[in-house]
Every structure is written in structure tokens, then in C-alpha cells.
């Protein structure tokens, strides 16, 4: 072999075992850092922020069991839509394990665990159980979610006078906001005054809604008892009468400004006018990160007299170029009456902290009961700043996260017309040009 031939066999060897060295340095890199970019525009392949924040919260194995057949009529090959899915989840937090039961072939197995539809899973974390039948991201996520709790917490409501019940459907009830507590592991439970000797002693939160018949003084004086005690209490106001309720205003230091709130800036998104929209979260546990648009229908300013005994936190802070105006009604086009009228901004939610038999008792009063009303608590992030309040006053910080938001519709719809000259379009069109390009081409080489 002449020596040209032998240094271009060299150099082509060489080139070789370095193009072989670059492929097996990048797999050894794909393999221990493993990089993803979600272009899809509903991100579609990515876990929420909240996912994400739930599954940290989340120390040790999570064991995922599916009763599922190999294929479905319907949606085919379900082990692999469930690998693909829960791979998602994988991705944040390892040691997930995935295990797949045939309940036609262990038809025993499915029976001793309740299965009740093809593809459902069970989801087992520190000796605790949740059943899924819809997979997706918000039902596995608000399954976690409940694992994540690591109290059994018991929410009592006051009834008996009108209140707006929470597994009530009602529209001015608070039946959804109730549905999601339950989906987050909360116990809910009704507290009749007048039949109860006191607020029962495993009470995590009791929430007092408006009532609309006066209490009882020994009622009020249980109430009292309870938050002598250092009971945490969620007190939803209205712009009415107290009904026998300002002695516990009058405990917690709160200054009660008659009149509803009226908010310019609710005009100017097609609202009524008294609909105050938060328009500021001061910094709190409560409203770490949060920045969704809140209202607050037919909402009271709350004030407070500074005091020793509580440490006030404004949450949420509205109507910066509205006013408090005693003459508005809910139909009523209000103008601001400077002799009357109180400018804003107001505070709308308020947080009570203070120490008491050595632990910390924490108390939210919102000016605003049709906030967390059924007719009202989907506007904008109304029920995520209620969830967060909820565990904030039932020492659950660890989980104040934004529930999953709904992804955007990627479906793509077209018609008869449409689809036919995208076909032709792909399928004769283009074959077409490429088969002219390539005659234009040898014609030319040719000549």
C-alpha cells in the first residue's frame, strides 16, 4: 500500500473512532441528564406547576395498581396510554411504581379491592388509599393532594339560621367550594348551636357563614367559648345585620363599615359595579404566588381596631378608585358622594393570628359571603384563594398551591371541504411539485 492510500486510510480510521467516541459521549449524556422541551400549545406533555409542587410534598414510595384489560374497544391499547401518562409524573418524582392487573384474568384480585370499571387505579401512599375511574391530571393530582394531608381534618359549618350551607347546591350556597374541600381530603360536617353543648373538640376549622335569623346569646356564647379556646374560624361576612353576631366582631377587634363596596374597574370588565375585584395580595402565606383576578359580589370593607391581642394581616385589598357607599344597591348604577361615601381602597379579607394554650390560632374573615357562593365561586380564582385559606387555618401550608388549571383545546375541526384539499394537497399536490423539481433537475444535468 503507497503511502498517500495508507494516510487517508489512517485519517478515515481516525475520523470513524472519533465519530464513535462523540455518539457514545452523548448517549452517556442523554442518559444521565435527560433534557425535555414541551412545544405542544397546551403543554399537553408537561405537569402543571401545582402537579409538580404536590408530588414534593410527597416523601418515599407512591404505588400506582391498574385493573385493566390489554385492549379496550374503545380506547385501545390501555397500558400504554396509562405508561405514557404516568411517565409524566415519573419524570418529578422517581420512585412512583406502576403495576398492571388483568381483572379478567385475576378477576379475584379486582374483587377484593371494589374494581369497579375497566382501567381503574389504585393509588396506595403511606397506608392510604384513593380510587381513580377517570384518569387525568386533575384527578390523580386531587388524589395526591388527599394522600398529601396528613391530618384527618374535620370542617364544621354553623346551621340553623339561614347560613349558606356547604354541601348545599343552592346559588347562594357553598356546595362547590364544599366539593373541592372533600376532593382535598376535608371532613365536612353541619354544627346545630342549639342542640351541641360547645364546637366539638376535634374541630380543625369551623367556617361561619351570614346568618340570616338572630343567634341565640347562648349560641353566641359557645361561638365565644370556642374561640377562647384558640378554635380557628373562616368568617364569611355580607354587607347585613349581624344578627346577633357582634360580640364576635367585637372579639376579634373588627370595625364594620356599613355600605358595599363599589368597584369602577368591575365596570370596565362587563361586571356590575358592586363586584369588588382584588386588586392587591399583600404578601401572606396565603397569598404566596398567588396572582389570579378575584371578586368579592356585594362586599363590606372591613376595619380594626390595632390591639395587643391580635396581629391583623390585610390579605386582599380592592376598589383602589372605588368607595364604601351606604345608598348602593345590587341594581343600582352608584356615583361616588364624596359627604357619604368612603374612598378606597378597602381591605375585603383579613387574617387574625394571636398565641393562645400554647399554639397559634389563626382566624380569615372575608367581607363577602357570595364569594365562595356556587353562583359566584368560579370567577376567576375564587375557590383557589378559598382552598388556600382553608389550609392556612388548618395548619397545612405545605399544600396553599393553585389546583390544576383546565389545558386549552388543541382539537382541530374541519370541514368536509377543508379536509378534502388539505388531502389533495398532500397527496397529489405535493408527490406532484417534487416529481417536477426532480424532471427540472435532470433535464438540466442531461443537458
Known amino acids: 500500500m503507497k503511502l498517500p492510500q495508507f494516510n487517508l486510510l489512517f485519517k478515515n480510521m481516525g475520523y470513524t473512532a472519533l465519530l464513535l467516541l462523540a455518539v457514545i459521549g452523548l448517549y452517556q449524556v442523554a442518559v444521565h441528564y435527560a ?15 401545582s402537579s409538580v409542587e404536590v408530588l414534593q410534598q410527597l416523601p418515599g414510595e407512591l404505588k400506582l395498581t391498574v385493573y385493566a384489560t390489554g385492549q379496550d374497544a374503545q380506547r385501545g391499547d390501555i397500558s400504554k396510554l396509562v ?19 388483568d381483572p379478567v384474568k385475576q378477576p379475584d384480585e379486582a374483587r377484593k379491592v371494589n374494581i369497579q370499571v375497566n382501567g381503574e387505579m389504585l393509588v396506595d401512599y403511606a397506608g392510604r388509599r384513593e380510587h381513580i375511574t377517570m384518569l387525568n391530571e386533575q384527578t390523580l393530582t386531587s388524589a395526591l393532594l388527599r394522600l398529601a394531608h396528613n391530618k384527618n381534618h374535620l370542617l364544621m359549618y354553623v346551621d340553623g339560621h339561614g347560613e349558606r350551607k356547604l354541601e348545599g347546591m343552592a346559588n347562594h350556597d357553598l356546595g362547590e367550594f364544599g366539593k373541592k374541600l372533600q376532593e382535598n381530603g376535608f371532613r365536612l360536617g353541619s354544627l346545630n348551636l342549639t342542640l351541641a353543648q360547645q364546637v366539638p373538640e376535634n374541630t380543625s376549622l369551623l367556617i361561619l357563614a351570614q346568618p340570616q335569623l338572630d343567634l341565640l346569646p347562648g349560641e353566641v356564647d359557645k361561638l365565644l367559648g370556642y374561640i377562647a379556646r384558640g378554635g380557628n374560624l373562616l368568617w ?40 369588588a375585584l382584588g386588586a392587591g395580595y399583600p404578601p401572606h402565606a396565603i397569598t404566596q404566588n398567588f396572582n389570579l383576578i378575584t371578586t368579592f359580589p356585594f362586599a363590606r370593607a372591613l376595619n380594626w381596631d390595632e390591639n395587643k391581642e ?29 359627604s357619604h361615601d368612603i374612598p378606597g381602597p378597602v381591605t375585603v379579607a383579613l ?4 398565641d393562645v394554650n400554647d399554639r397559634e390560632q389563626r382566624i380569615v374573615v372575608v367581607g363577602s359571603g357570595s364569594f365562595l357562593a356556587n353562583a359566584y365561586s368560579g370567577n376567576g380564582g375564587n375557590l383557589d384563594l378559598g382552598v388556600s385559606m382553608v389550609n392556612w387555618l388548618s395548619n397545612e401550608e405545605q399544600l396553599i398551591t393553585l389546583q390544576p388549571r383546565a389545558i386549552k383545546d388543541g382539537a382541530v375541526t374541519l370541514s368536509k371541504t377543508q379536509l378534502a384539499i388539505i388531502s ?22 442531461r443537458r
Open 83 to 101: 405508561r405514557d401518562f404516568v411517565s409524566l409524573y415519573q419524570r418529578y418524582k422517581p420512585d412512583i411504581s406502576l403495576t398492571f392487573i
Open 236 to 275: 364569611l361576612l355580607d354587607a347585613e345585620p349581624l344578627h346577633g353576631l357582634e360580640r364576635v366582631a367585637e372579639k376579634l377587634g373588627l370595625l364594620l363599615t356599613p355600605g358595599i363596596i363599589v368597584d369602577p374597574a368591575a365596570t370596565e370588565m362587563s361586571a356590575p359595579a358592586t363586584w
Open 310 to 338: 391580635w396581629l391583623h394581616t390585610t390579605l386582599v385589598e380592592a376598589a383602589p378608585r372605588g368607595w364604601v357607599s351606604k345608598r348602593a344597591t345590587q341594581s343600582s348604577a352608584p356615583r361616588f358622594d364624596k
Open 424 to 445: 389533495s394537497g398532500f397527496m397529489i399536490v405535493l408527490p406532484g411539485l417534487l416529481v417536477l423539481v426532480g424532471g427540472v433537475l435532470w433535464w438540466r444535468r
Open 35 to 49: 433534557l425535555q422541551w414541551d412545544l405542544t400549545q397546551s403543554a399537553s406533555n408537561s405537569l402543571e406547576a
Open 351 to 354: 387574617a387574625l393570628q394571636r
